[in-house]
């Protein structure tokens, strides 16, 4: 158990509204990702960070921001919320610098109608 | 973007056969994991392989990094009910700490 929590777990929006999913972990962990999943797509990178304040895009970012303030938190924000992005939403961890080896939070399941 | 091409997409058995599934790309990777996520659930690790050629179990499960470094082979002995889910290989991607997911395999197993 890598000490991953993820709130909402569920969450129903309207088109338009902004929406922040949250990720927490709780052991200090540098690397922290954030995916969405769509059947027959796999699991699609949106964004990351590899310490406070430090982030990257990944290859589905449009519509997407993410801020680390501290440690243990990466938010993930939908400025606008679009049906397109209704989608479940996983958060990750690597649990060293060097390791590839990611390990998931429950997801939160994001529904824009 | 690179891409991984993970077959079959989906695979119906009996209870006690072997399945295989595979993953592809046309990129070499450093790192390959496999994955399996039950329903309601995030992707769980089953198996890492940091080596070419490297052959690695855990239980009835067995993963190989092919010597090409672009493709994996995920084989899993004598299935059991609690088999059934989608299967998810990975890759490293080459310079950077992040992965590249397959499409996934969904298994069902009938008893």
């Known amino acids: 158990d890598a000490g991953i929590t993820q709130s909402p777990r569920h969450k129903v929006t309207e088109t338009g509204t902004p929406v922040t999913l949250r990720c927490h972990q709780t052991?200090?962990?540098?690397?922290m990702y954030w995916y969405r999943q769509d059947p027959g797509h796999g699991l699609r990178l949106i964004h990351y960070?590899?310490?406070?304040?430090?982030?990257d895009k990944g290859e589905v970012s449009d519509g997407y921001s993410v801020s680390r303030s501290k440690t243990e938190d990466f938010l993930l924000t939908l400025e606008s919320a679009t049906s397109s992005q209704t989608s479940v939403y996983f958060c990750a961890i690597s649990l060293t610098s060097g390791s590839y080896e990611q390990y998931f939070g429950p997801g939160t399941r994001l529904t824009v109608t | 973007g690179q891409q991984l091409n993970q077959s079959p997409q989906s695979m119906f058995i009996q209870e006690g056969e072997d399945v295989s599934m595979n993953c592809t790309s046309s990129?070499?990777?450093?790192?390959w994991l496999w994955y399996k996520q039950e329903p309601g659930e995030g992707p769980v690790l089953l198996i890492a392989?940091?080596?070419?050629?490297e052959l690695t179990s855990n239980g009835r499960l067995t993963a190989q990094f092919g010597i090409t470094r672009k493709d994996s082979f995920l084989n899993i002995s004598a299935s059991i009910p609690s088999d059934v889910g989608i299967y998810f290989c990975?890759?490293?991607?080459?310079?950077?700490?992040?992965?590249?997911f397959g499409q996934g395999t969904r298994l069902t197993i009938n008893p």
């Open positions: 392989l940091y080596k070419a050629g």
């Open positions: 960070s590899y310490g406070v304040k430090d982030t």
């Open positions: 990975a890759g490293q991607v080459q310079g950077a700490q992040k992965l590249v």
């Open positions: 052991e200090n962990h540098r690397y």
């Open positions: 990129s070499i990777f450093n790192t």
